[in-house]
């Protein structure tokens, strides 16, 4: 009898154990991005971006992902709660220009397949350092602007409820979590380590001034 029992607790404990790791992945996961509410015009929007397939490493495919919704009054930066509707048609209405150091790129949105609310944008990062994600454009007749930067892996998720004009027509109140920025595949590499396409750029440089020194900057 009391083997039975042990048994029993046993195959319970291993359930909880299990539901308790997926339960915590699913957390994470859902939280691997950075939700920013703003009252825009008369209407209040959640938006949550972050890139997609995180966790992301230099000169891999990854891309911008966001998210838009109507929120639940009771729960407005919840994603997941009941009232909460998803935003279509938002691809009419903003871009995204990404910007590392002194360089930036305008991209546009295409909706997510089979996924209503969701946007995307393909890109691949070729260095190692900070992304910044600003949406902008026209909704509804209001101009919006607002961005969104990556933090290192080891970066704590922020959190800000502190109301803040943005711009005219634009209030963010709350600002929360965050989502990291391109890893080195340096320590990934396998079988060989691997070298960064900008690296060998840099190489084959000052390859081409080994051979030309006239090439060589005075």
Sequence with gaps: MWQNNKYTVLIIII?????????????????????????????DYLFVVGSLNEPIFVDDKTGVDMAAYWPDLNDPVNSKANGTKPIVGLENMLKVELAAGDKKKVLNFEPAYQNPGHYEVSFFPTIETTYNYTLFGNINGTEFRATWTCSPAEGEPMSD????????????????????????????????????????LEKLTELEKMVNPANKTM
């Design 15 to 43: 359930v909880i154990a299990t539901t308790f790791v997926s339960s915590l992945a699913l957390y994470q996961n859902a939280y691997a991005h950075q939700r920013q509410l703003f009252t825009i015009g008369n209407d």
């Design 161 to 200: 409820n502190s109301t803040k004009q943005i711009s005219d027509g634009v209030i963010r109140k709350a600002l929360i979590g965050s989502f990291g920025c391109p890893q080195p595949r340096t320590d990934v590499g396998f079988p060989e380590p691997y070298l960064a396409n900008n690296e060998i």
